[in-house]
């Protein structure tokens, strides 16, 4: 059976940087596309950052130059590299990974920016 786990979420300050890891494991014979996606209390969950391998990795304006997306394949797990982290940043991550060309969500992990 095929699982998926967020990992890193902290509190962090403003200015501070965390690396979010999304680990699948299971039976893994290919992993596609990935999203990253995040939910602040009170507000519907958002598109942050993605790859395809059509498309190449993406970002939304708002972590543009910010974030930054990487892979390793021999440990099936993917990362998302946030700086500059503000307080606005503060949300609950997910990320969305294509396995087997099924999508599976993690159960999400929390980041909090704060003084």
């Known amino acids: 059976q095929v699982q998926v786990v967020e990992s890193g979420g902290t509190l962090v300050q403003p200015g501070g940087s965390l690396r979010l890891a999304c680990a699948a494991s299971g039976s893994i014979f290919n992993i596609g596309a990935v999203g990253w996606y995040r939910q602040a209390p009170g507000k519907q969950r958002e598109w942050v950052a993605g790859f395809t391998s059509s498309a190449g990795t993406n970002y939304a304006d708002s972590v543009k130059g910010r974030f930054t997306l990487s892979r390793d394949t021999a440990k099936n797990t993917e990362y998302q590299q946030m700086s500059g982290l503000k307080p606005e940043d503060t949300a609950v991550y997910y990320c969305?990974?294509?396995?087997?060309?099924?999508?599976?969500w993690g159960q999400g992990t929390q980041v909090a920016v704060s003084a």
């Open positions: 969305n990974t294509c396995i087997q060309g099924r999508a599976y």
